[in-house]
């Protein structure tokens, strides 16, 4: 007989507390297979109970299934407590908290149990009233003035995944943070709380009492979107969307529509909802092979443009028809150009208003700042950071998110990104224009800002430790050619940036790299960017800009690549 790698204690008190019968049951098999001497059901039990799925500034994330290492009922009611204990332990009784979901597996049954907790604690719980993007769920915190929010999703991850983001507002946070995601210390005091529950059944559930939030709501946060689109500005484009099996086709739909944009046709085998998301291998509008279906509609139709968002709506990617007759999916950093620079000449009216973006996004957008007058911020990745840049009036992330309208929605947001591009699109055509021009006029003016991401996923996480720590040793000289002038470790922190880990490297000839673990996923990410300058902005000079920064990036990630071993 194997012997087994786990408490055997450990798991039956936890099948014994399990709230959940299908994980339950689970584990039981699990445990019976495993001291009948199968290795594979002793292995995944040790993973199962190798720790706790730890709670931070991301919330929850992780596979589902039953034991304290993966996403089930008893591992969120638990994180559910100790939000509520923290929530009560600042404010007392009366905490309102809005609640929302995604059409993942388990999804809305983990926003039910929250809405219980929350009500048997004191507090009252706005719970939404079906499937719906995680923008909504952003606004509803500041809509309903909200001391905190939740949105059961795990965004773009695979399909075996689920999560559990947490925001804070109303009387929990000072007024530039309201309606963001936790950030630390706040993390931490509730992880303190949720390691207090030492059993499920402990936790006090109220059977009803929860309020279900209205269509007013829906419709409020619709209406602020297509607001964002001034009456009659909306042209004849014709659009392809799709909503990669998530929740966000109706919502997206029903702004565009109500912003003028009637010419909308939705990819059917992607519009409804599906937790198993069947068309696609991984559920991110960035992966190769996601936007398959939308570029055969678009060319079956002739679309103009093509719209893309991620399961849960709070991202957007997009493609465009090229002169040579092609579709070509953008960069994100391309529609954070895009987008920066719409935003700029409207802020630029009033004289102020700050651009923001990540430390690991194009350098662009703060040339695009600085020529019209505008501050430019650069904070560490995630909206959490970029949301709370006081007095932003754009903020973006190179992982496809945008924040088009923080004062509202303080977080990236799918859906009126999706507007405001279709706005500039048609404001371009209106001038005989494609944003295609729009880039080259922004590349011409600026220099070409070529990237070129090197991701490394690996099973064992130690490697990521190691490649890190080689990167510190400074054996990282030169790459492509030329010597590096600038080493950061942003461990140390700055005045301007809290501590994370990540290395950033500058060379003489302007390349920079930013190489950071991943805060959701087991991968290495870096992020590489070259800057070729157009002579005299002349646009007949692009072309030939973009070979050569798209040549240089190439090289510096071949260098990278080979430092690293990957």
Request: aromatic share 4%; with cysteine.
């Amino acid at each position: 007989m194997t012997s087994l790698t786990f408490d055997d204690a450990a798991v039956r008190a936890w099948i014994d507390d399990d709230p959940d019968p299908t994980t339950a049951q689970e584990l039981s098999d699990l445990l019976a297979a495993a001291e009948g001497g199968d290795e594979a059901a002793s292995a995944d039990l040790a993973d199962r109970f190798s720790g706790t799925l730890q709670f931070g500034t991301a919330g929850l994330r992780g596979a589902l299934g039953g034991g304290p290492n993966r996403m089930n009922r008893a591992v969120v009611m638990r994180a559910a407590a100790g939000l509520v204990a923290y929530l009560r332990n600042e404010i007392g009784d009366g905490f309102v908290v809005t609640i929302g979901y995604d059409a993942r597996y388990g999804s809305k049954q983990f926003a039910t149990d929250t809405a219980a907790i929350v009500t048997a604690a004191g507090g009252i719980a706005h719970l939404m009233p079906r499937t719906l993007p995680t923008p909504v769920l952003a606004f509803s915190v500041l809509d309903l003035d909200a001391d905190a929010g939740v949105m059961v999703t795990a965004s773009h991850n695979p399909p075996q995944d689920n999560g559990y983001k947490v925001y804070l507002g109303g009387r929990m946070v000072e007024a530039t943070a309201r309606g963001a995601q936790i950030v630390s210390p706040h993390d931490a005091r509730i992880a303190e709380q949720i390691a207090k529950v030492e059993r499920v059944a402990d936790i006090e559930r109220a059977e009803d009492g929860w309020h279900t939030i209205g269509e007013d709501l829906i419709d409020r946060y619709v209406a602020r979107v297509s607001s964002m689109v001034p009456q009659g500005r909306a042209g004849s484009l014709k659009v392809v969307l799709t909503a990669m099996h998530g929740v966000g086709a109706e919502t997206c739909m029903r702004a565009l529509t109500d912003a003028g944009f009637t010419d909308v046709h939705l990819v059917k085998e992607q519009a409804e909802p599906d937790p198993d998301f069947p068309t696609v291998n991984f559920p991110n509008p960035e992966e190769p092979g996601a936007l398959d279906l939308s570029f055969a509609l678009a060319k079956k139709i002739g679309a103009d443009l093509i719209i893309a968002n991620d399961p849960d709506a709070d991202r957007c990617s997009a493609a465009i028809p090229t002169r040579a007759g092609s579709w070509r999916q953008l960069s994100g950093d391309e529609v954070g150009q895009l987008l920066g620079e719409q935003a700029a000449r409207l802020a630029a009216a009033s004289g102020k208003g700050v651009l923001a973006c990540s430390i690991v996004s194009s350098r662009m957008l703060g040339a695009i700042a600085a020529s019209h007058g505008l501050t430019h911020a650069q904070t560490l990745t995630g909206f959490k950071w970029i949301s709370r840049v006081p007095g932003l009036t754009f903020g973006y992330e190179e992982a496809l998110g945008y924040c088009c309208d923080p004062n509202y929605v303080r977080d990236k947001d799918g859906i009126s990104a999706s507007v405001k591009l279709c706005l500039l699109a048609s404001d371009l055509a209106d001038r005989g224009l494609t944003l295609e021009d729009q880039l080259d006029q922004l590349s011409a003016r600026h220099g070409v800002h070529a990237t070129n991401p090197l991701t490394v996923r690996v099973k064992d996480l130690s490697l990521i430790a190691d490649a890190m720590a080689k990167l510190r040793t400074g054996g990282l000289t030169e790459l492509a050619g030329s010597p590096i002038v600038e080493t950061v470790d942003l461990a140390e922190g700055s005045e301007s940036l809290p501590p994370t880990d990540g290395m950033r490297f500058v060379t003489e000839a302007n390349d920079r790299v930013i190489v950071r673990p991943s805060g959701t996923e087991p991968k290495l990410k870096c992020y590489l960017e070259s800057v070729e300058p157009v002579p005299n902005q002349n646009l007949d000079l692009v072309p030939q800009a973009r070979e050569a920064a798209a040549r240089r990036v190439a090289q510096v990630k071949a260098d990278l690549a080979a430092f690293l071993g990957v």
